[in-house]
């Protein structure tokens, strides 16, 4: 996935650190909360590692892939919708082939509608936005409406529809004409937006016992109901409001047609901004997060280019202990053709424990 500030190529590097702090000799499984979980690639890890995963965000296509990203095969089977004729038998013909295949294969095959997608966001609709070329535009419409229709009928559950929406949505990603983000969109086509939107499977842990938790809350008001023996915090950093720049995935995520302004066709997003993006209000709100906590680990990401000093996370932390830190050197973020990627920037890894 695209997607500022990503974890993806700092999972080992994190859960190093988590270990070396963490006591192991405590009984029981440890509850993990992830209160920015973005793609939810933390969550996800941590949860193959045999964590119990209280998974966080404000933005309802995060939540889409926490949902995804924690869902056990005991709830995914689709066999109500398979059981329901909706799927054409030629599409069952294959021997190895599993359910979640079969309903993606379905998807694949759909026939594009003018709807949402292909109105706003490609040239070919009204608002001549070139997002998406008509084609893949109208196929997310196409396979969009098709998960909300088995919806509405009952036909899928709630992890069954995370998974076809985080597969969309990954899909969509790939094909977007766009240079990392969707806050504007390229004046020439890029070339990957000429492939054809493809759903592929998604990973599903296997019979997983533990009952993991997926929560959409401001984490500012959140933070003090949290019951976690562990909580990883992964603020953003910058300037960059999620809900604007990714506003595209979120009407994908959340089905909607909203009323979007502007050259980019931008939904209303002010609802779900972060003040941790604003200069003075960012060493507020993560002073609210850390006092109101009253988890015994604490982690939290910061990128040493962000908004705040290294001194006043310091400062925020102590309050609940001694604090320590890590860092790690990773390729600064870029736009598909912007810099040379050389440009080395730190990821710096806080912990405190709690008095």
Same mark, same amino acid.
Request: charged residues 25%; contains cysteine; hydrophobic residues 35%.
């Given at each position: 996935?695209?997607?500022?500030?990503?974890?993806?190529?700092?999972?080992?590097?994190?859960?190093?650190?988590?270990?070396?702090?963490?006591?192991?000799?405590?009984?029981?499984?440890?509850?993990?909360?992830?209160?920015?979980?973005?793609?939810?690639?933390?969550?996800?890890?941590?949860?193959?590692?045999?964590?119990?995963?209280?998974?966080?965000?404000?933005?309802?296509?995060?939540?889409?892939?926490?949902?995804?990203?924690?869902?056990?095969?005991?709830?995914?089977?689709?066999?109500?919708?398979?059981?329901?004729?909706?799927?054409?038998?030629?599409?069952?013909?294959?021997?190895?082939?599993?359910?979640?295949?079969?309903?993606?294969?379905?998807?694949?095959?759909?026939?594009?509608?003018?709807?949402?997608?292909?109105?706003?966001?490609?040239?070919?609709?009204?608002?001549?936005?070139?997002?998406?070329?008509?084609?893949?535009?109208?196929?997310?419409?196409?396979?969009?409406?098709?998960?909300?229709?088995?919806?509405?009928?009952?036909?899928?559950?709630?992890?069954?529809?995370?998974?076809?929406?985080?597969?969309?949505?990954?899909?969509?990603?790939?094909?977007?004409?766009?240079?990392?983000?969707?806050?504007?969109?390229?004046?020439?086509?890029?070339?990957?937006?000429?492939?054809?939107?493809?759903?592929?499977? *998604?990973?599903?842990?296997?019979?997983?016992?533990?009952?993991?938790?997926?929560?959409?809350?401001?984490?500012?008001?959140?933070?003090?109901?949290?019951?976690?023996?562990?909580?990883?915090?992964?603020?953003?950093?910058?300037?960059?409001?999620?809900?604007?720049?990714?506003?595209?995935?979120?009407?994908?995520?959340?089905?909607?047609?909203?009323?979007?302004?502007?050259?980019?066709?931008?939904?209303?997003?002010?609802?779900?901004?972060?003040?941790?993006?604003?200069?003075?209000?960012?060493?507020?709100?993560?002073?609210?997060? *850390?006092?109101?906590?009253?988890?015994?680990?604490?982690?939290?990401?910061?990128?040493?280019?962000?908004?705040?000093?290294?001194?006043?996370?310091?400062?925020?932390?102590?309050?609940?202990?001694?604090?320590?830190?890590?860092?790690?050197?990773?390729?600064?973020?870029?736009?598909?053709?912007?810099?040379?990627?050389?440009?080395?920037?730190?990821?710096?890894?806080?912990?405190?424990?709690?008095?």
């Amino acid at each position: 996935m695209r997607y500022i500030g990503s974890k993806e190529r700092l999972l080992d590097f994190i859960y190093a650190f988590v270990k070396e702090k963490v006591e192991y000799e405590e009984e029981g499984t440890l509850t993990f909360a992830d209160l920015f979980t973005g793609t939810a690639s933390v969550s996800r890890f941590f949860r193959k590692k045999g964590y119990k995963i209280i998974a966080n965000d404000l933005l309802t296509v995060c939540v889409t892939w926490a949902k995804a990203a924690l869902a056990s095969s005991n709830d995914i089977t689709f066999n109500k919708l398979i059981n329901s004729n909706q799927i054409k038998e030629q599409e069952l013909t294959s021997l190895f082939q599993n359910n979640q295949d079969t309903v993606l294969k379905h998807l694949n095959a759909l026939s594009g509608i003018e709807g949402f997608i292909f109105n706003e966001y490609s040239p070919e609709g009204k608002s001549k936005r070139m997002y998406f070329t008509g084609e893949n535009a109208s196929k997310i419409d196409a396979i969009r409406t098709q998960i909300e229709n088995w919806k509405t009928n009952k036909l899928i559950n709630e992890s069954e529809e995370a998974i076809l929406l985080a597969s969309l949505l990954r899909a969509t990603n790939k094909v977007a004409n766009i240079a990392g983000t969707y806050g504007a969109f390229l004046k020439e086509w890029d070339k990957r937006a000429f492939n054809s939107i493809m759903l592929e499977s *998604i990973e599903v842990s296997q019979n997983d016992k533990l009952e993991h938790k997926v929560l959409q809350k401001d984490v500012q008001e959140l933070a003090a109901d949290i019951k976690a023996d562990i909580v990883y915090l992964d603020p953003p950093y910058n300037f960059r409001q999620y809900g604007a720049y990714y506003h595209v995935l979120e009407t994908i995520a959340v089905g909607d047609s909203p009323v979007v302004t502007g050259k980019t066709g931008l939904r209303p997003w002010q609802t779900q901004k972060s003040d941790f993006c604003y200069n003075d209000k960012a060493a507020k709100a993560l002073n609210e997060v *850390i006092s109101r906590l009253n988890s015994k680990h604490i982690f939290l990401s910061y990128n040493t280019d962000g908004i705040l000093k290294h001194e006043e996370i310091i400062k925020i932390l102590s309050v609940k202990g001694e604090t320590d830190y890590i860092d790690v050197s990773f390729q600064r973020y870029k736009s598909n053709g912007g810099g040379s990627g050389e440009i080395k920037v730190k990821e710096r890894l806080y912990y405190v424990r709690n008095k």
